[in-house]
Nanobody, 123 residues
């Protein structure tokens, strides 16, 4: 299981950094992703990173505002979120990708979902 943390309530335009830590899981062995789920909506892809950390992928809605990274030495993954808007309000989850590269945005090819962390952005 993975544990996401760092959520909170902020105002539009603020920043937050989410962290993801594993339980018995080594990030350097897997491609990893961040997803979010807003109330009444389906879970959606936010960002992903290759196991090497060399490549990242983003949803169009967060590109240029969010940055995903990981520290293999600390076995911790991050999502830096800047210029937050109320549309970013959601529970954010980290997860492990189990498919081929072309499926890196597909939530059905992820597992090890843990408890998410709630991000609330007020206008």
């Amino acid at each position: 299981q993975l544990q996401a943390s760092g959520g909170g309530t902020v105002q539009a335009g603020d920043s937050l950094r989410l962290s993801c830590t594993p339980s018995g899981h080594i990030f350097s062995n897997y491609d990893m992703g961040w997803f979010r789920q807003a109330p009444g909506k389906e879970r959606e892809f936010v960002a992903a990173i290759r196991r090497s950390g060399g490549f990242t992928y983003y949803a169009d809605s967060v590109k240029g505002r969010f940055t995903m990274s990981k520290d293999n030495a600390k076995n911790t993954m991050y999502l830096q979120m800047n210029s937050l808007t109320p549309e970013d309000t959601a529970v954010y989850y980290c997860a492990t990708h189990r498919g081929i590269l072309s499926t890196i945005r597909d939530a059905t090819l992820y597992d090890s979902w843990g408890q998410g962390t709630l991000v609330t952005v007020s206008s």
